[in-house]
Structures are given as C-alpha cells and as structure tokens.
C-alpha cells in the first residue's frame, strides 16, 4: 500500500513524496482538471482513504496513488 506524504505541482508533473521518501511524478496532462486549475486550486488538495488517495474537492478529482503507477494508463484521471 502507497501512503502519500506530499504532493507537488509545477508546470509540466504531478509530484508524490510517499511516505517511504521514494517520489512518483507522472506528466500532469493525464489529470486534465490539473492541467486547467489555477495556483490555489492545485494546493487544495487532501489526502484520504488513509492516505491512499488525494482528493482535489474544488475539481471535483479524486486520485488514487496506485494509479499513478499504471503503465497503460490513458491520458484521463482515475
């Protein structure tokens, strides 16, 4: 089980410090509700489900860190 400890936005990733300190940055346009937000709404964000997964309430997005390791994903969030 993957247990976020921080997350990081910048122009281009979605940056995930797990609790274990490894990171996981996936290219932000697979989350296309991050890819339009603004500043405050990417920093609004809060860890859930034991801190499995991060929930954007304002984008109505919610992610699941396991996702994220997905080889085959497709360009859309979970």
């Known amino acids: 089980m993957f247990k976020c400890k921080e ?8 940056h995930v410090e797990l609790e274990d300190g490894r990171i996981i940055s996936t290219p932000l346009n697979w ?9 405050e709404q990417k920093r609004n964000y809060k860890l859930i489900g034991r801190k ?8 109505d997005l919610h992610l699941d860190i396991e996702e994220m390791f997905r ?3 497709k360009e859309e969030a979970a």
């Open 31 to 39: 989350y296309k509700p991050l890819l339009s937000a603004n500043e």
């Open 52 to 59: 499995t997964m991060i929930e954007w309430p304002n984008l």
């Open 7 to 14: 997350v990081r936005i910048d122009h281009e990733y979605l």
């Open 71 to 73: 080889v085959d994903r």
